[in-house]
């Protein structure tokens, strides 16, 4: 098969297109070949030397994926040879093929095309695994979601209204904010331009946000922390703003904060397969319903996986970015 290969970290053009030996599905997993795969930060990082892939996983980027079954491994039941599904990756999304673990598999949800099920997974099981399971967001709550513009965001503001939450975003740019408007979101932040402390307290009477989901990390830190609502949880999903800040306890003290913060890739797989488990069984009918979708800015050939990184890196982009395989351009 051909694959998304990285001899050596570096710029968008380390991604290099080459032909590679084919996977082989272990005890529990399906052989699934890939009609399309979904950018992510993390690959970024992994192309720069940052986010090596967890002990075991494909050496090759790709968080997520979408396509057809064509081989199950020992132990595997409840799917078959030729089953349309989108999965959850370790790795190993940009290639023709991957092996999958069965339990980190989900079917194409009703109403959404097999290549543009390939944006679902990743987002869908970080929002649902941060915002729902750890944060515990309610109906009438109010959700402040950083990055609002992003795949994790787009999906976050569709999710928390569709189960009756209020939802703040912040954006680089009026034209990001009103695609977030579409979408359902209440409060409308130019980070640029504005306070997003200043901007939730306006918003919710002075009491801030019961959620926050931050991308950012150490550089929102302290402004996170003041955002909050008493009894607001703030969860950390990224670090494009850095990794060290401090943390003035005496302020989460007197608002009985809870920060948390976690990963998806490395999780075992048994916490991987419960996080899939609850998005097939809370957000599949929600997609189903067309309460929510996925956000797809453009497509592009898998082999063309540098354009897709610069992309991604230049920012304008509103959603996923999707990498086909040959046999789907």
Partial sequence: MHAITIPESGGPEALVWAEVPDPVPGEG???VEVVASAV??????????????????????????SGRIIEL?????????????????????????????????LPVPEGVDLAEAAALPEVACTVWSNVFMIARLAPGETLLVHGGASGIGTMAIQLAKATGARVAVTAGGADKLA?????????????????????????TDGAGADVILDI?????????VKALAVNGRLAVIGMQGGVKAELNLGELLRKRGTVTATSLRARPLREKAEIVAGVRE????????????????????????????RALEAGAHVGKILLLTPSAV
């Fill in 282 to 309: 809370h957000v599949w009918p929600l997609v189903a319903a067309g309460r929510v979708r996925p956000v797809v800015d453009q497509r592009l050939p898998l082999s063309e996986g540098s354009e897709a990184h």
């Fill in 29 to 31: 997993e399906v052989l």
């Fill in 216 to 224: 950012v990390g150490a550089k929102y830190l302290e402004r996170n």
């Fill in 73 to 105: 491994g020992p132990g595997v039941s409840g799917w078959a040879v030729g089953d349309e599904v989108c999965a959850l990756l370790a790795g190993g999304g940009y290639a023709e093929k991957v092996a999958v673990p069965a339990g980190q598999l």
């Fill in 40 to 65: 992510n930060r993390a690959d970024l990082l992994q192309r720069q030397g940052f986010y090596d892939p967890p002990p075991g996983a494909s050496p090759y980027p790709g968080l997520e994926c």
């Fill in 179 to 203: 695609r977030c408007a579409e979408l359902g979101a209440d409060t409308l932040i130019n980070y640029r331009e504005q306070d997003f402390v200043a901007e939730i307290r306006e918003a």
